[in-house]
């Protein structure tokens, strides 16, 4: 069975660019998270969906990140326009349901320069 | 509010010796716990979890953790530590609502 799925894997941009991060999860997972993870830091949840509801996105900087999950599978984070401090890993993670456990992706590395 | 702390940032053990990593929680209700296992370039891979029932939980690869609720800890242990786990451990705390806190992580290294 494929694991969550995450691309691209690196990316360099200069401050001010867009940029977007795809995640496929684990086939039949409903619920889908974006965290992001700082150098030397945990995971820190910017959103969650069920299915293509986005049920806990109160850490989402909303002034320059947006999200979507279409259909309820796919999803992608999209920041715009990107900041110095934007440069951290970000991980997508799937679970059946809310309650279970959480299969991470191998993280997007962003760096803004 | 919800927190962990993993008040060892890292630590270093010789291949073979015993291991514990300390994890401390702060959480309302009865929390579920989780330990993660994340290796340079790699996502987070679970060792183990605790929901409810035994206090003592064994995981993959040899690890099991200990809750204790009087102390609100829920410590990882190896008793024999190889070279292959060195890595970074992050102690987590589940939500009733699905949302994961992770703690800042402990970077494991092996000395040979």
């Known amino acids: 069975e494929a694991g969550v799925v995450q691309s691209p894997r690196y990316k360099i941009i200069e401050k001010k660019q867009p940029v977007a991060f795809w995640c496929n999860p684990i086939?039949?997972?409903?619920?889908l998270y974006w965290y992001l993870q700082n150098l030397g830091q945990g995971p820190e949840l910017l959103i969650r969906?069920?299915?293509?509801?986005?049920?806990?996105d109160s850490q989402l900087p909303k002034d320059r990140f947006s999200a979507e999950r279409l259909k309820g599978v796919d999803s992608t984070l999209k920041i715009q326009p990107a900041e110095l401090g934007d440069s951290a890993v970000y991980l997508c993670?799937?679970?059946?349901?809310?309650?279970?456990?959480?299969?991470f992706g191998p993280g997007t590395r962003l760096t803004v320069l | 509010a919800q927190s962990v702390t993993q008040p060892d940032i890292h630590i270093t053990v010789s291949e073979g010796a015993s291991l514990e990593l300390r994890c401390n929680y702060s959480?309302?209700?009865?929390?579920?716990l989780f330990w993660y296992v994340q290796s340079p370039g790699q996502g987070l891979q679970l060792l183990l979890k605790?929901?409810?029932?035994?206090?003592l939980v064994q995981g993959i690869k040899g690890f099991e953790a200990e809750f204790k609720r009087s102390q609100s800890s829920f410590n990882l242990r190896k008793p024999s530590v190889h070279w292959s786990d060195a890595a970074e451990y992050f102690c987590?705390?589940?939500?009733?609502?699905?949302?994961?806190?992770f703690g800042q992580g402990t970077t494991l290294q092996v000395k040979p």
């Open positions: 993670a799937s679970s059946l349901e809310w309650d279970n456990e959480q299969f």
């Open positions: 969906y069920e299915n293509e509801e986005a049920v806990d």
């Open positions: 086939s039949g997972h409903n619920t």
């Open positions: 987590a705390v589940g939500s009733n609502t699905g949302k994961l806190i």
């Open positions: 605790y929901f409810s029932g035994d206090t």
């Open positions: 959480y309302g209700a009865t929390p579920y």
